[in-house]
């Protein structure tokens, strides 16, 4: 529809889904059939950012993304900047809303989706090659605008910088996502510090280190970040047991 073309066809339907939603929306899909069949997270410290189901008599799955990995603003926040642009789109005799010309090269660019094991086969020079020709200019400043307003300007640096911007200043994962991907109500700093470090790839953790982010500045700073180790530790390796929960 967007005149972009991936470098091969998806096994599977992937649908952006407001956060207040996703545990109706599989609830709903659980009730007409469908079953969750996420991979195995092997060492995997963070819950998966997707749900993926299948059902029997359905060749193709579809993948649930109620937050996009590395896309630090409140993940309500960005689903709202995804569906201000969203499109309305005919396929096989339904209309079907869909991404946005601009949102949809963001994502196709992401190579965090499914965490770091995806990194390993990033299709990111295709897709800019690509879009270079595709995009006009203007298309690739809204994109590099709404990668900054989403919080992804350490995620999305190489896509920034392909497009001939300056990267953006790093900022920390907000609460809110930070509340979501940990599901915990009160987050620390250094968690947020952590949880960026598990969820971007090397060229956005080469930004956090180089912003100093969320590092102590004092001796009453390196006290804090000591005593709060154990709290941060608790907070990220029973992240995948308490997500688990609120999905029951």
Known sequence: VHGLIAPRVSQFASIVVDPASIRDLRAALLGLGWHDANPRAGLRLLPSARLVM??????????????????????????????????????RGHIVRALGRVNSAILASHDGLDGRASRARSNFDYFVQQFSRLLSAEDRATAVHLIRKMGGCAEMNRLIVAFGEKPCEFTLPSVGYAQWRLSISEPTEQM?????????????????????????????????????????????????????????
């Open 192 to 248: 947020r510090r952590a949880l960026a470090l598990l969820e971007l790839g090397t060229d956005g953790r080469k930004l956090l280190y180089e912003s100093k982010s969320g590092r102590p500045h004092s001796l009453r700073d390196v006290a804090l970040s000591i005593t709060g180790l154990p709290k941060t530790a608790i907070a990220i390796f029973g992240s995948r047991r308490r997500w688990a929960q609120t999905l029951v």
């Open 54 to 91: 299948r059902r029997p008599d359905e060749p193709a799955g579809i993948i649930l993304y109620s937050v996009i990995p590395g896309f630090f603003a409140d993940p309500e926040a960005v689903f709202d900047l995804v569906w201000e642009r969203h499109k309305e789109v005919p396929l």
